[in-house]
C-alpha cells in the first residue's frame, strides 16, 4: 500500500510540476527584417496602391509631419514635402524622399502555450539611404540636402547621402514666409517595444494563421539618428527671422504609441520526421507589424521650432529554422496524468478489495 501512495503522489507532483513550468514554454526569436521583398511567404506591401507588386514585402516607413514655431508673439508653422534630389531616377508614383525602407532584426517573445506575443524591445531597425529608385534591386544612395551637419550657410547647404529628405517652407501670418530650406534625417534607427511594457498581447486563429492588436499595444521610438537642416530666415512685421542651420539629435525622445493596425504571426511547420512537440521540432515564422505613430523632437537654433513627426508604414520579417514547442502539448499531458488519478485510485481501492 505504501508504494501505491508513492506512486499515487508522484504522478500528482509530475502533472503539478508540469503546469506549473509549462507557461514559461515562449519562443524568443529574433526576426529578419524584410527590405525588399525576397522573403517568400510574406503578404506584400508597398506605401501605394499603385505602386503595390514593386515589392515583395518590403519593409518601410513614411514620414509625414509639420513644424511650427514662434517669433516675438509671431507664430510660425509648415509642413513637411517631400525634397526634390538632384539625382537619380524617379519611377511613376515613386514615394520619393518620405519614405524610407527598414532592414534589421526585430525582437518578439512568441509564447505558443499561452498564445500570446510581446514585443521586448531591443531591435535595431535601421533606415536604408535614399536611393531615388524602388529598392527591388537597391542602389548606389542619392544625395540630399542639406550636407552633414547642415552647412556653413544657407548659401552653400551643400548635400550627402541620407534616410529621409525634408522640403520646408515655414509661414507666418498666413501669407509671408518666416523661413524656407531643407532637412535630412541621416543614421535613422527605430525600436518597437509592448505597450505597456509589461503586458503581451493576445494572439488569435489557427497557427497558420494568427493576429493580434497593434492600436495602442505597439510603441515606437526613434533611437538614433540626426536632423540636419538648413533654412533661411525671412523678415516678418519687422521681425528677422534667424537662419536655422545645423543639427539636433532625433534619438531620446521616448517612445510613441501606434494607432491603428493589427498584426499577423504565421508559423509554418517543418516536415523533418519530428513530431509537433518534440525536441528538434522547427517552423518558419512571418510576423508583420503595421505602425501609425508621431514623434515629437525639436530643431534647435537662434528661433528653436518642435517639429512632429508621424511614421507610418509596415514592418514585415521572418525567421526560418525556429525551434517551436506544439500549443498545448504540455497542458495536455498535464491534463492526461492527472485524469489517470481516479485510475489509478479506483484500481488501488479495487485490489485493496481484493485482497480483503
Known amino acids: 500500500m505504501k508504494s501505491n501512495k508513492i506512486w499515487l503522489a508522484s504522478l500528482v507532483g509530475l502533472s503539478l510540476a508540469l503546469l506549473i513550468s509549462a507557461p514559461a514554454r515562449a519562443t524568443v526569436v529574433s526576426f529578419t527584417v524584410d527590405t525588399t521583398g525576397t522573403a517568400t511567404g510574406l503578404t506584400g506591401i508597398a506605401p501605394t496602391t499603385a505602386n503595390q507588386g514593386k515589392y515583395a514585402a518590403g519593409s518601410y516607413l513614411a514620414l509625414s509631419g509639420g513644424v511650427a514655431g514662434s517669433l516675438s508673439g509671431i507664430a510660425f508653422s509648415g509642413n513637411f514635402a517631400a525634397q526634390k534630389a538632384s539625382s537619380g531616377a524617379f519611377s511613376t508614383g515613386n514615394p520619393g524622399s518620405l519614405v524610407g525602407f527598414y532592414g534589421g532584426n526585430l525582437l518578439a517573445d512568441i509564447n505558443y502555450y499561452n498564445n500570446t506575443i510581446k514585443i521586448t524591445g531591443g531591435s535595431v531597425l535601421d533606415a536604408n539611404q535614399y536611393t531615388g529608385t ?76 494568427q493576429t493580434f492588436a497593434t492600436n495602442n499595444n505597439i ?5 538614433g539618428g540626426d536632423l540636419d537642416f538648413n533654412l533661411k530666415g525671412s523678415v516678418i512685421a519687422g521681425n528677422t527671422v534667424p537662419d536655422l542651420i545645423g543639427t539636433t539629435p532625433v534619438a531620446g525622445g521616448g517612445f510613441a504609441v501606434t494607432t491603428d493596425g493589427a498584426g499577423t504571426v504565421n508559423t509554418t511547420l517543418i516536415p523533418n520526421g519530428k513530431h509537433i512537440g518534440e525536441a528538434g521540432a522547427l517552423a518558419n515564422i512571418m510576423l508583420t507589424i503595421p505602425i501609425k505613430a508621431s514623434v515629437v523632437t525639436t530643431i534647435t537654433g537662434d528661433t528653436p521650432i518642435t517639429a512632429t513627426i508621424t511614421l507610418t508604414g509596415s514592418f514585415a520579417s521572418y525567421a526560418f529554422n525556429v525551434s517551436v514547442p506544439e500549443p498545448g502539448t504540455i497542458a495536455l499531458a498535464s491534463i492526461a496524468g492527472l485524469a489517470l488519478i481516479p485510475v489509478g485510485y479506483r484500481r488501488h481501492r479495487a485490489r485493496k478489495a481484493r485482497i480483503s
Not at 510603441?219 to 533611437?223: D, K
Open 134 to 209: 524602388y529598392p527591388i534591386k537597391g542602389g548606389a544612395p542619392v544625395n540630399l540636402s542639406p550636407q552633414i551637419g547642415g552647412g556653413p550657410s544657407t548659401a552653400a547647404p551643400g548635400s550627402d547621402p541620407a534616410d529621409y529628405g525634408v522640403n520646408l517652407k515655414v509661414t507666418a501670418l498666413i501669407f509671408f514666409t518666416a523661413a524656407n530650406g531643407t532637412a535630412a534625417l541621416r543614421n535613422t534607427i527605430v525600436d518597437l517595444q509592448q505597450h505597456p511594457p509589461a503586458v503581451a498581447e493576445a494572439l488569435s486563429g489557427s497557427l497558420a494563421a
Open 219 to 223: 510603441e515606437i521610438g526613434i533611437v
